[in-house]
């Protein structure tokens, strides 16, 4: 049974063939969304390139929440249905997950994944959860649960980008305010994104009475971790202190003792500094009474930009059970 295993994010949709739930060696592609009309336009790109006219069924990761029938992406304007799906991949099923439900479901292949340890020496103490969660275009989390019972285990999805963003401090109550003008309010993916990014920026050099000289997230992020620009690495800082605490917050609610696993692009432009800078793992561990619990969590940087598509194919593994 060949199938097509598929992330749809907002700026980049990766795709690679499955073949009875192992994603192919060398079948992962990547395509800028920006360059097609629709996602069917993607599928039917990679498909031709790969010389597949069909495949018998397809796994769909998408940043929403999804239905049964498809669904509308959060930032971008596509709309994904199992018929268009299904009529472009000539496939007879289509299944639609989260794509963070589907780095939930890679989290029970992590030995397969190229991963980063944050904090060396720090193994699991007993079995548990594992939480992945992670900046790229939104922010978004969720937990791979073990069974106590003998069964699957399971994943647990939600919608973390949309809590409200903790802060502390008057600085960062200043920050509160430029995020949630003309919102009402300041979300967690307001902060942590590549656009949150540079709305941090923008934020420190209206505080430093300077203005902005860079135009891009991407931008703050390189010259943050090159140390090359004050505004953009104060503006790093900020990013990976928020990014710290979010991520203790979620690793309360959860308990992952098997790890937890930070993913998306902007968090990995970070990864020197989130390695050799303690702002995050302090921020992390900050937490009052529970600062000494917190170090029982093991936390790792995932590397691999295909960690969704192996999560699609560990879904349709246990889905064809």
Same mark, same amino acid.
């Given at each position: ?37 629709? &996602?069917?336009? %993607? ?14 069924? /397809? ?25 268009? %799906? ?9 299944? +639609? ?27 699991? $103490? ?12 939104? &922010? ?8 106590? +019972? ?5 994943? %647990? ?30 979300? /967690? ?5 590549? $656009?949150?990014? &540079? ?22 992020? $390189? ?36 790890? /937890? ?8 432009? +970070? ?17 009052? $009474? ?10 790792? =940087? =995932? ?19």
């Amino acid at each position: 049974m060949l199938a097509l295993a598929c992330d749809i994010g907002g700026t980049n949709t990766r795709l690679g063939l499955v073949r009875d739930g192992i994603l192919l060696p060398g079948s992962a592609g990547s395509y800028a969304n920006d360059h097609f009309e629709d &996602f069917y336009a %993607v599928a039917a790109t990679y498909l031709r390139g790969r010389g597949e006219n069909r495949v018998d069924s /397809v796994c769909i990761a998408l940043a929403a929440v999804a239905t049964a029938e498809g669904a509308t992406l959060t930032n971008r304007d596509w709309t994904i249905r199992r018929d268009r %799906v299904a009529e472009t991949c000539g496939a007879d099923r289509v299944d +639609f997950i989260n794509d963070f439900e589907a780095l939930g479901y890679a989290m029970g292949q992590v030995e397969k994944l190229e991963t980063q340890c944050l904090t060396p020496g720090r193994a699991p $103490r007993q079995p548990g959860p594992r939480l992945v969660l992670g900046a790229g275009t939104g &922010f978004n989390a969720s937990a791979w649960c073990p069974s106590r +019972f003998g069964g699957a285990p399971h994943v %647990v999805a939600a919608e973390c980008g949309h809590m409200t963003l903790p802060l502390a401090g008057a600085a960062e109550f200043s920050l509160q305010g430029a995020l949630s003008a003309g919102r009402g309010r300041a979300s /967690v993916e307001r902060a942590l994104s590549g $656009r949150g990014l &540079f709305e941090i920026y923008q934020w420190q050099c209206a505080e430093a009475g300077r203005a902005p000289c860079v135009a891009t997230a991407a931008e703050v992020s $390189r010259l943050a971790v090159a140390r090359a620009d004050r505004d953009c690495e104060q503006a790093g800082h900020t990013f990976m202190r928020l990014l710290g605490r979010v991520c203790g917050d979620l690793a309360l609610a959860y308990l992952p003792f098997s790890g /937890v696993y930070l993913s998306g692009g902007v968090s990995r432009a +970070f990864a020197g500094p989130l390695v050799q800078d303690p702002t995050f793992l302090d921020a992390f561990r900050a937490k009052g $009474r529970q600062t000494d619990f917190m170090e029982r969590f093991p936390v790792h =940087l =995932l590397l691999d930009d295909r960690t969704a598509l192996q999560g699609c194919a560990e879904w349709l593994r246990l889905s064809s059970g």
